[in-house]
């Protein structure tokens, strides 16, 4: 269904946010916890902050405002129980221009890699299920998330995984939503093979629904193990390690289960065509859960 930006109704609580501190700090946006009132009760949030270095002039200032705009616009039409929820939008001025920062809850639990470390005895392939059911939501209203790593992935105040970070996400077949130049850095052990080392060099790659599983594949190996991606490799081995079709080597991911790796196995085909799709892959956790079982039942393949 096309985007309609008229039908978007954003939460404005300029003036009423005041930000505290900064907890996060990216390449393009920094994350600061900050607090407004409601009703006379305040509210704590995460305000997200794009650097006042991408206002340098008036072409990257305008792509940055557009970005935040479509991030906007697809947040706030996202409400499952594993997304982070959108709350609003609050506008500061940077380098002359109007600039709008994005709302969302704060939880004091951190990013879930943060909240397994010091909770021992949660249920990783719970929490592994949860943030593949947000998946299949955001895939089944054709949003691809594009930046699906375990820092992107937070964890609620009841204790729930909840897929956040919409910034580099884009809504298949809506003119206007495409994902400006990709920022590599910080994200390529989760980055599928066709983003990393395109067959056309020439162009900025475009993340897909199949490279969001290749992603989620990847993060979710981290989740259950506690390890990187290929956790025995140094960055320049990893490129090497791509080109060569090499995948993690289970070796090194010994807590994953028999029934996990299977499922991720089909994430990282180098065939993008070859990959589940979201909720096949929701599907299959789902029947596999809580067992070391070596049945052969595996995701249904994804076209095109």
Known sequence: MPFDFA????????????KTDQIANGHCSEVWKGTYTIGGRSVTVAVKVMRSTLFLNSQTAEQTIRRLLRETGVWSRCIHPHLAPFIGICYEVTRGYQVPCLLSPFYENGTIMQYLRHNSNVVRMDLLRQFISGLAYLH??????????????????????????????????????????????????YMAPELMIPENPDTTPTPTMASDIWA????????????????????????????????????????????????????WKKNPSERPDAQRLSDYLDEQYGSDSSRSARPTRTRG
Not at 143 to 159: E, F, M, Q, Y
Request: glycine residues 12%; proline residues 3%.
């Open 7 to 18: 039908n978007i109704t954003v939460n404005d609580l300029t003036g009423r946010v005041i």
């Open 140 to 189: 089944g209203r054709a949003i691809v998330h594009g930046d699906l790593k375990p820092t992107n992935i937070l964890i609620n105040d009841a204790g729930n995984a909840v897929l956040a970070d919409f910034g580099h996400s884009r809504i298949l077949g809506t003119s206007g939503f495409t994902t400006g130049t990709m920022t590599i850095a910080g994200t390529f052990r």
């Open 216 to 267: 989620a594949g990847m993060t979710g190996l981290e989740i259950l193990s506690g390890k990187n991606p290929y956790v025995d490799k140094t960055d320049s081995q990893l490129v090497s390690a791509m080109v060569a079709n090499q995948l993690p080597n289970k070796a090194h991911y010994r807590l994953v289960r028999q029934g996990a790796w299977s499922a991720f196995e089909y994430c």
